[in-house]
């Protein structure tokens, strides 16, 4: 859906009024010192819905969450030594750290794609972090690009990929790293999940010891990949028009069933619904899980992935 993008200049209105827009679920683009982020309130399953709406994402990639402080990062995940160490030394700053997500998070699903896990971080740039203060919570943030198109560091590049999709470009000036934050697992032992602005050496120096690396394509580096993180209990069949015996229907559009994805048949909010509707099914206890089909265009292509994943033979 187009949408005139408001321009809003880094000072004490830009601020309140990109914090108002995200309050709105709106989508509100904005400096950090790696790449410009594409922000949405990472609580709200709609606004998360839209990030990758609005990047055409074609699956649901985990999402980083940024946060003000180390303090508030530790009301969503699982802290540990380690994470405090390592807070200390970069935060705010271009790491970002994967640690067990809190079950008391209160975050959208769409923002971990249903894992266990959370990627978070605290930015640097002065903008990021007046946003942050400004808007009072958790923001998820992916870099602000079409899907396939390289990472924004200006907000001249934010608009010419985005502009008419998202609420607001927040201008603050180019990114002085450029590249993305260095992503290190914790959850397990320290574990290299993507190079970045931060480089690996420091962080071994301030753990005292060795980070793991992993390549880039090893499929361990992206959970996302794994079919059996969104398997739910029950068996899951696509493309179907009914429920057979012992079934439940997940409905998209207007169809008789237990649960409807979207009665209006908009897939923004069949994604945002997507993760929590698995789940309650899931709880019902039914043998099987029955979905509707989903249309094979803009956010359909990351639901019906999901969708596959969930329905693929176990092992
Ligand atoms: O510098 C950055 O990190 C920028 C700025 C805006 O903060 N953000 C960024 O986000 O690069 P994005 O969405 O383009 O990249 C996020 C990466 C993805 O490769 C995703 O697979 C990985 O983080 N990721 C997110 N959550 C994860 C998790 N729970 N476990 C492992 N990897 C995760
Ligand atoms: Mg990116």
């Excluded at 946060?67 to 009301?75: G, K, L, N």
């Excluded at 998070?105 to 972090?129: K, Y």
């Excluded at 934050?181 to 753990?207: D, K, M, Q």
Aim: proline share 9%; glycine share 12%; hydrophobic share 45%.
């Amino acid at each position: 859906m187009p949408e005139a993008t408001e321009h809003l200049v880094a000072d004490t209105e830009g601020y309140a009024r990109a914090a108002q827009l995200l309050r709105e679920g709106g989508l509100v683009a904005f400096p950090t010192e790696t790449v410009y982020g594409l922000g949405g309130d990472a609580r709200n399953d709609m606004a998360v819905a839209g990030i990758f709406e609005a990047k055409g994402r074609p699956r649901f990639n985990p999402l980083i969450v940024h946060v003000d402080s180390p303090e508030t990062a530790r009301r969503y995940v699982e802290w540990s030594d380690a994470a405090d160490r390592l807070a200390s030394a970069f935060w705010p700053g271009p790491l970002t750290l994967v640690l067990p997500l809190r079950p008391d998070a209160g975050l959208s699903p769409l923002v971990t794609a249903d894992l266990p896990t959370l990627a978070i971080r605290v930015p640097a740039h002065p903008v990021a972090r007046a946003l942050l203060r400004a808007f009072g919570g958790p923001l998820a943030g992916p870099s602000a690009n079409p899907s396939g198109r390289i990472s924004p560091t200006t907000a001249a590049h934010v608009a010419a990929g985005l502009d008419g999709r998202i609420a607001a470009i927040l201008d603050g000036g180019a990114c002085g790293v450029g590249v993305e934050s260095t992503i290190l697992g914790l959850a397990e032992g320290p574990t290299l999940l993507r190079p970045g602005g931060l480089p690996v050496e420091a962080i071994e120096a301030a753990l005292g010891g060795p980070v793991a690396r992993r390549g880039a394509n090893d499929p361990l580096t992206a959970p996302g990949q794994m079919t059996s993180h969104y398997a739910p209990g029950a068996r899951v069949r696509l493309e179907a028009t009914e429920a057979r015996e012992s079934e439940v229907l997940l409905g998209f559009g207007a169809v008789e069933c237990d649960l409807n994805l979207s009665p209006a048949g908009d897939l923004r909010e069949a994604a945002a619904n997507l993760f929590h509707h698995l789940h309650a099914l899931d709880a019902t206890g039914a043998e099987g899980i029955a979905v509707s089909p989903i249309p094979q265009a803009g956010l359909g292509l990351a639901i019906n992935d999901r969708l596959r994943r969930a329905a693929a033979p176990r092992e």
